[in-house]
């Protein structure tokens, strides 16, 4: 094929400018990751997203959001498996389920809908009711006397809640 | 905050004791030996209330359950021939018959925690406004007009959460009961598609009524538009109609499409035209646009802005309004001159807090200028120093009264409300005044009608409370009361205390259970017998090394539940107390709500309570006094409170 100069020139330009905008979007993620809690833990969510090369503000906070729900829901079904192979657990298996239940069916779409009406604060009120949420389930095993077997995973679910509140927080 | 209102403080009290003994609130018939008013177990009560005072040791606060308190300075507690040693309270209606039974918590299911129907149907108020159901939040137009008393709020219809708002409509008589009435506005314009937000309402002279709104677009734009009554001479007010010409104001250049909202009540230029104000910000300084209009259609931007104070973020909610500097009523908006003062208000976006300086207004070039730089709107002085946002006032023309409605959020899960079916309440509506006495500061108060629901009132005349004891107050139910106390330390140990560095704060200073010479003492509310939950509001008192006193007013919510899913901050301030003035606190219970009122309204704190076992009958008031240096006296008015129709 042959390719005259010009082409080559045009190619070349178009790929910097792609480079120089995804640079720019890289820059505003890194700058609103910095004002969260957990950097590296804000940089993943957000990064593993594709739609954060696009994002504005409102859009990287939608995407925490989003990871939240994920989490969420993995988060029930680790509760269901735990729920057959401890049974002595169950009581506050049980409280666990419903709270986290409550993450994903009331604060999450609460946020979300915050976020896509323009009211920010709202938003707010959903990320900190889960990181409150998880604290809650993280204790209903010490309410029982028992140990807790899911520390680690109320861990995750309330600083990704924190990653995403202090997001939101930015749109104030 | 605290540390400037102490400027106030210090300028005023001296070294002698700022408060002394007064009779009892004006107004009030003590029921005293000599004039049993309701019957003679008003007697047995008081009798008994004071060889109970000394009955039972306050370590109950600090523990999980009676332990000795550190530090105890008084003499040995005096003993109550033949009164038990244990805390157990006397319980209530045992003269009536009922069943001890009732007092112990429910047997069977552990009641703490999850929430049970029995607990979440208590949390709903008596007499304070709430739908029946769903998500309300900021208080909208209210105005007294043909008649009526008209509240619009925040309301979403599908669910206890916040969501696509519409404007809910109720109106009232006397601000205490009231007829909900079918939704105001809907959604259903393309300037208003995302939510028919917050807005107020204007009398024009020839007796108009008109509605400046914020509708945030089908894009989230925020615009303000222009509602008013399809029918004028329909009291309730019931049907209205949007301009077609909306919206009637777009964001301006420089402010961005989601910082434009909340348009105040119009008032009257030196021109003839009509004033409104909209909160904004630019960057993190929080402002206030200033708009001229003749007719509420067409408006004209002032260059500059009514005021603006760095570093407070979005203004959302401002409010505008006039105060009398030496009269007692309320000022309708446009009145101005020598003798008024200026409120600017505004909710702050960024802590959920109001906020509210006085200072003075120049009608001419539009812009508004604090009394106290350091107390100005978002640094200075709140409303309230709990759960109280997005308030907003207006000028009670029936009664010439200026009165504030605010949002009372929930401060338990979104799982919870949703369980409940419901979310928010309004505050009890209070009016506002100039503090004449401090003059730098407002005075509120809930307004007289609740009185109205007052009943079968309790008197408790001069209960000593020695240092470190808990009275319980005996009365037939604790979950709808309105207490009025007094309260008095002992002179000569406030003399003879060496005074020390004062760094209290509500917030952070262990609450109820973190012990000082001269305080904490007040009231427990909402009060398990066993003190397993309660919420104690009290004045904690402390001595400077100057001498001086300052006085702090909290409410603690840290041992209000068992349950741990609820907020249980502390709230407070300092309260100014001035010389000749005894301490003096006001608590309205109503269910899930306390509004704690200190010095007749100069310092107010607004909380939730979610109990599970200090429920129903089980919910108790006690007395406290957990200084340890100092008995404390107190002089005490219970009202139960009748339900309104809310």
Redesign the interface.
Known sequence: MKSSPLTILFLVLLFQENLFSATADRLLIENTCKGTPSYNLCLSVLLADPHSQNADLTGLAIIAVYAVKNNGYQTLQQIEALKKFHPELMAALT?CG??Y??VVD??VP?SI??L????P??AE??MA?TA??S??CE??FQ?HAQTSPMTNANKAMEDVANVARAII?M?? | MMASLSDVENSITTSTLPYSYAPLPNGEQPAGNDRPVHSSRKTALFLVSVFLAVASLVALFAGNGPVLPKNLNTSAVPSTAGMPEKVAPLSRGVEKGVSEKSFHPLLGADN???WSNNMLDWQRTAFHFQPKKNWMNDPNGPVFYNGWYHLFYQYHPDAP????IVWGHAVSKDLINWRHLPIAMETDEWYDE??V?TGSATILPNGELVVLYTG?TNE???VQNLAYPADPSDPLLIKWVKYPGNPVLVPPPGID??DFRDPTTAWKTPEGKWRITIGSKINKTGISLVYDTEDFKTFELLDGLLHAVPGT??WECVDFYPISKQGENGLDTSVDGPGVKHVVKASM??D?NDYYAIGTYDAYKGKWTPDNPTLDVGIGLRYDYGIYYASKTFYDQNKQRRVLWSWIKETD???SD?KKGWASLMGVPRTIVLDKKTQSNIIQWPVEEINLLRTNLTVFKNVVVESGSLVPLNLPSASQLDIVAEFEVDKKTVERLNGADIAYDCAKNGGAAQRGALGPFGFSVLAHEGLAEHTPVYFYVAKGVDGNLQTFFCADQSRSSNA??VDKSIYGSIVPVLKGEKLAMRILVDHSIVESFAQEGRTCITSRVYPTKAINNNAQLFLFNNATATKVTASVNVWQMNSAHV
């Open positions: 409280q419903e709270v239940k409550g009331v604060d609460l809908n915050a896509n009406l323009g009211n604060k709202f009120d959903g009711d409150v949420e604290q809650a204790r209903s309410d927080r749109l104030l | 703490s925690f999850p959460v916040w969501g696509k995302q939510g937000w945030s989230s734009v925020q499409n989601k973020g979005m976006d960024d959920r899960t979104e799982a949703i741990n899913d």
